[in-house]
């Protein structure tokens, strides 16, 4: 049970970090493309794991690593600023707090695992607690937006159940460097077709990448990836719930945005959705 819970907090700190992107793109890199930021935060990453690491894919693990890249980088971050930019937050955030279910009903498809009634609960009460912690009056909706959002979603909700599937046989170090890297290489294509320009970049500018890099993917994608081999599907995915949680707890502490009654209820909506899941699991 101890293991247990230390699994489920390390793994947590990943969707925890992940919640500081918001704040640390608009304070410290305002003027970096979204998907130039994705891909300077990925691929050095990758390659700084991989200077330690020393040790490359082998056999299959090669086309695995580029197809997990694809889903868990690549596709995940250009799906998810395609509905940023087409969506408000509010909405966005709630599209994507579908990966729980969506997580569920895969777990079910590819890993044959029972679908408990209390597991889908909890993904539909975190959906109600986003929604409560990010949407605004009035938010619009637009169908491109919607289904880049629900596509990003599926991309991270398959990648977490095909690395859970095929067990790398190598430490989540190793196997995040060879993701980072993979993801990484694969958006160098999508910012040069986008004849996106990189600024001269400041002091604050590499604070900014360094800790996206450093902290926000090499450190926490390799807690991700030992949480996933260690705990349930159902309850590693309901752990990103935290990142909008931790977004909103940001904007409050630091950038003195306002905390409504509603809010305060989404929070304890999310928390109570983690607990269903575990339960759940």
């Given at each position: 049970?101890?293991?247990n819970i230390s699994d489920l907090l390390l793994t947590a700190i990943a969707p925890v970090v992940w919640g500081s992107t918001y704040i640390v793109t608009t304070e410290f890199l305002a003027g970096?493309?979204?998907i130039t930021v994705a891909m300077l935060r990925a691929l050095p990453a990758g390659l700084l794991l991989l200077a330690i690491v020393r040790q490359l894919p082998t056999g299959t693990w090669w086309l695995?690593?580029?197809?997990?890249?694809?889903?868990?980088?690549?596709?995940?971050?250009?799906?998810?600023?395609?509905?940023?930019?087409?969506?408000?937050g509010g909405v966005a955030g709630t599209v994507?707090?579908?990966?729980?279910?969506?997580?569920?009903?895969?777990?079910?498809?590819?890993?044959?695992?029972?679908?408990?009634?209390?597991a889908i609960i909890g993904a539909l009460v975190g959906m109600g607690g986003v929604a409560l912690l990010v949407l605004t009056p009035g938010a619009a909706l637009d169908a491109i937006g919607i289904a880049a959002g629900l596509a990003g979603a599926s991309a991270m909700a398959l990648g977490i159940i095909l690395v859970r599937k095929w067990q790398p046989p190598v430490s989540p170090l190793t196997f995040t460097a060879w993701q980072l890297t993979a993801g990484g290489l694969l958006l160098v294509p999508v910012v040069l077709l986008a004849g996106h320009s990189i600024p001269v970049p400041t002091f604050f500018n590499l604070m900014g990448?360094?800790?996206?890099?450093?902290?926000?993917?090499?450190?926490?994608?390799?807690?991700?990836?030992?949480?996933?081999?260690?705990?349930?599907s159902t309850v590693?995915?309901?752990?990103?719930?935290?990142?909008?949680?931790?977004?909103?707890?940001?904007?409050w502490g630091v950038l003195d945005?306002?905390?409504?009654?509603?809010q305060i209820g989404g929070i304890g909506l999310v928390i109570g959705s983690i607990w269903l899941s575990q339960r759940a699991a």
């Open positions: 049970m101890r293991s970096f493309p979204p695995r690593s580029f197809l997990l890249g694809a889903l868990n980088i690549s596709i995940f971050l250009s799906m998810l600023f395609v509905a940023a930019y087409r969506l408000p994507l707090a579908a990966q729980p279910l969506i997580v569920v009903v895969l777990s079910a498809l590819l890993l044959s695992s029972p679908v408990r009634p209390l990448l360094a800790w996206l890099g450093l902290i926000g993917a090499a450190l926490t994608y390799a807690l991700w990836f030992r949480g996933i081999g260690r705990l349930n590693v995915s309901s752990l990103l719930l935290l990142s909008p949680l931790t977004a909103v707890l940001l904007g945005q306002t905390l409504t009654a509603l």
